[in-house]
């Protein structure tokens, strides 16, 4: 549970990391489309997640499963360029 609670924390950053990538105009629509994302996956993870099982009839398929989507969001937060901005350049 406390490596599944380590890795979980992974998916809460994306959230800071979208909104640090698109600043600009279409910052708001970006967010929108995310959380959208974001709060369907409570609905589609786990009909992901019974569709495995019933086609592997498996457990350890939905667990790998689970663990590949950490995965999926490690990667993604890694490839991700920060931008920060000095407060110089704030208050010019």
Same mark, same amino acid.
């Given at each position: #549970? ?7 924390? *992974? ?24 959380? #959208?994302? =974001? ?13 495995? *099982? ?13 663990? =590949?989507?950490?995965?999926?969001? *490690? ?18």
């Amino acid at each position: #549970m406390v490596i599944r609670t380590l890795c979980g924390s *992974l998916g809460g950053n994306m959230n800071t990391l979208m909104a640090e990538s698109f600043a600009g105009p279409y910052a708001g629509r970006v967010m929108g489309i995310y959380n #959208m994302i =974001c709060q369907l996956g409570s609905v589609i993870f786990p009909v992901v997640l019974g569709l495995v *099982l019933d086609i592997s009839g498996s457990f350890f398929a939905v667990m790998s499963t689970i663990a =590949c989507t950490y995965l999926v969001m *490690l990667f993604g937060a890694t490839q991700m360029k920060e931008t920060m901005k000095s407060k110089a350049a704030k208050t010019a």
